[in-house]
């Protein structure tokens, strides 16, 4: 198999992203993108791409 890389994860960054989004009171339809971006930046992985390249890519 190829190389994978195992990045680590700042356990306060995890309990500061925990903390700030339990006390989110907005709906989860309107919080969706912004928990979603958050959660990527945490994880140290790419935002999620918009949908017209999704398209153009076959995706959907």
């Given at each position: 198999?190829?190389?994978?890389?195992i990045k680590t994860i700042d356990e306060q960054a995890v309990?500061?992203?925990i903390t700030f989004w339990s006390k989110v009171k907005?709906?989860?339809l309107a919080?969706?993108?912004?928990f979603v971006s958050g959660l990527c930046a945490l994880l140290n992985m790419?935002?999620?791409?918009?949908?017209?390249?999704?398209?153009?890519?076959?995706?959907?």
């Open positions: 198999m190829g190389n994978t890389t309990q500061q992203f907005g709906s989860e919080t969706a993108q912004s790419p935002p999620p791409m918009p949908a017209p390249t999704l398209i153009r890519l076959g995706w959907c």
